[in-house]
């Protein structure tokens, strides 16, 4: 059974920074992209950034809105996906999932999902 | 970046309706559309992907249709459990995008 297990999340202030955890079992890890998807109280999802696999030498994408401050990594020995997060603002405040990228009839799409973790930017 | 529309932003519907929610994208996206279905405090869940594929164990009063800009999602016979918020997506170019989302309710 695919799992994805989030964790890291809490209370920061304006300025700090947080990294979050998201523990994949049952599946072979190292064969996927993956991804990290934020909602903020009571709004819609927003796509945070991608990594992509080994095969595609583990590149990255990002929203315009954390590029420079996040940083998506991955371990492939421990089955874990990161979001470093850095010089945090209310703005970042949501749920962090992360979520699983298959490929299929030509596009990619997120199969899988954890159950989020919330991270609260106040002062 | 691509924006994704949706119409309608809600929609009231009742027990055996059939509904049509609609996604538009600000360019041409191919077929690289999925939509999502979430409920309230859980993830969401893929429901369609590439415009009309449906996702493993979803149920078939669930499709998907469209292309280039325009894309549909219905739901041909609306069960208790569908009363949700759902979402499309574009996978065609980053940033990846999500439409504003449509809440269905009774």
């Known amino acids: 059974e695919v799992q994805l297990v989030e964790s890291g999340g809490g209370l920061v202030q304006p300025g700090g920074s947080l990294r979050l955890s998201c523990a994949a079992s049952?599946?072979?890890?190292?064969?996927?992209?993956m991804d990290w998807v934020r909602q903020a109280p009571g709004k819609g999802l927003e796509w945070v950034g991608r990594?992509?696999?080994?095969?595609?030498?583990?590149?990255?994408?990002?929203a315009a809105s954390v590029k420079g401050r996040f940083t998506i990594s991955r371990d492939d020995s421990k089955n874990s996906l990161y979001l470093q997060m850095n010089s945090l603002n209310t703005d970042d405040t949501a749920v962090y999932y992360c979520?699983?990228?298959?490929f299929g009839s030509g596009t990619y799409y997120f199969d899988y999902w954890g159950q989020g973790t919330l991270v609260t930017v106040s002062s | 970046a691509i924006q994704m529309t949706q119409s309608p932003s809600s929609l009231s519907a009742s027990v055996g309706d059939r509904v049509t929610i609609t996604c538009r994208a600000s360019q041409g996206i191919g077929n690289d559309l999925g939509w999502y279905q979430q409920k309230p405090g859980k993830a969401p869940k893929v429901l369609i992907y590439?415009?009309?594929n449906l996702q493993s164990g979803v149920p078939s009063r669930f499709s998907g249709s469209g292309s280039d800009t325009d894309f549909t999602l219905t739901i041909s016979s609306l069960q208790p459990e569908d009363f949700a918020t759902y979402y499309c997506l574009q996978d065609l170019s980053y940033p990846i995008t999500f439409g504003p989302g449509t809440r269905l309710e009774i």
């Open positions: 049952g599946f072979t890890f190292s064969d996927y992209y």
């Open positions: 979520a699983r990228s298959k």
């Open positions: 990594t992509r696999n080994k095969a595609n030498s583990y590149t990255t994408e990002y």
């Open positions: 590439a415009t009309s």
